[in-house]
């Protein structure tokens, strides 16, 4: 239970796009997990980027509005980040993340954690 394993992360240039996917080990996409994406730009805090809740509500942080996607299949137990419009400064390692009922900014609030997938945008 809880387990979360990120994979898609690689390489883009600027104004390309990147899906991210991460996998949950028992039933955490199924139940009332708020879900998350949390990225760590180089030589930065760990910042949360978007949340969904277990409704499939999302939030983003400013800065990615109208350029990413979170999305959550149940039936998969997989979580999704869409990616578009890359810009250089989306650069980081992303992380996803799974706290029980509703969703926060907080990164201490997330019980849940996957391993970590670089994302490096650069022309």
């Known amino acids: 239970q809880g387990q979360l394993v990120e994979s898609g992360g690689g390489s883009a240039q600027p104004g390309g796009s990147l899906i991210l996917s991460c996998t949950a080990s028992?039933?955490?996409?199924?139940?009332?997990?708020?879900m998350a994406w949390f990225r760590q730009a180089p030589g930065k805090e760990v910042e949360v980027v978007t949340t969904?809740?277990?409704?499939?509500?999302?939030s983003y942080e400013g800065s990615v509005k109208g350029r990413f996607t979170i999305s959550r299949d149940k039936a998969k137990n997989t979580l999704y980040l869409q990616m578009n419009s890359l810009k250089v400064e989306d650069t980081g390692t992303y992380y996803c993340?799974?706290?029980?009922?509703?969703?926060?900014?907080?990164?201490?609030?997330?019980?849940?954690w996957g391993q970590g997938t670089r994302v490096i945008v650069s022309s």
């Open positions: 993340a799974a706290k029980w009922a509703i969703c926060s900014s907080d990164r201490g609030a997330y019980e849940y």
């Open positions: 028992g039933d955490t996409l199924r139940r009332n997990y708020c």
């Open positions: 969904i809740d277990s409704d499939g509500f999302p």
